[in-house]
């Protein structure tokens, strides 16, 4: 039996929020862990925020944001200034000048692939490093494979999964999990399957559902 509580995770690779809550989650669990209580497992799920998107994207994170939510560009200017200093704020360094706009679907296979190999959290890490803040495409197969070796994977079989469509009903049973759960918008939390979390939260917030949900376990009738 695994006694670790599990944390279900609804992310897209293309969301700003997703990599900065990654990292606040990362603490808030760090946190959790210098005390007792069970291990904790996380899993990552599928979510595309703008199905829509060409793989091939012509024109920059404005010129996305601009078009595909009808926002001036000023305005957008200036969301991704206050959204960079606070990826800067997590510690990442995020270029949207160099961001390669991309349908996300693809990557979301690969990273039911990387579950299978028990890389999905290195793969994870990959992705959002490769898309936020080195300007690489992560709409290809081949740049996929690429960055899936970097962690471990087999190239070649990357590949070959993506070119089979192999992992396509796990991204849309993700998604329809997601559905069912009323999930909207990303980053989504779902701790032990009782408690969640919407948002690039405070570290605090996830430390404490985890503790809640460890005190849960110790209480609960045997």
Not at 78 to 105: C, N
Request: with cysteine.
């Amino acid at each position: 039996m695994n006694d670790a509580i599990k944390v279900d995770i609804w992310s897209d690779i293309a969301c700003p929020w997703c990599f900065i809550g990654k990292r606040k989650f990362e603490e808030g669990l760090r946190r959790y862990a210098a005390g007792t209580g069970p291990e904790v497992e996380v899993e990552y799920h599928s979510f595309e925020l703008a199905p829509d998107t060409p793989v091939d994207f012509e024109g920059d994170e404005v010129d996305f944001l601009s078009g595909h939510k009808g926002m001036p560009v000023a305005q957008v200017r200036e969301m991704l200034a206050r959204v960079t200093q606070i990826a800067a704020d997590a510690g990442l360094a995020y270029d949207f000048d160099a961001v390669r706009h991309t349908k996300t679907l693809k990557a979301h296979q690969v990273l039911h692939l990387a579950k299978k190999r028990g890389l999905q959290l290195e793969m994870a890490e990959r992705l959002f490093q490769a898309y936020f803040e080195q300007g690489r495409h992560v709409g290809h197969d081949e740049d996929l494979a690429d960055l899936a070796a970097d962690v471990g994977l087999d190239r070649e079989e990357v590949l070959e999964a993506l070119r089979a469509g192999t992992y396509d009903a796990d991204v849309e049973a993700d998604m329809a999990q997601a559905q069912a759960y009323g999930i909207s918008g990303v980053p989504f939390y779902v701790i032990d399957a009782h408690y969640g979390i919407s948002g690039a939260q405070d570290p605090a917030a996830f430390e404490q559902a985890l503790r809640q949900a460890a005190e849960d376990r110790a209480t609960a009738p045997r």
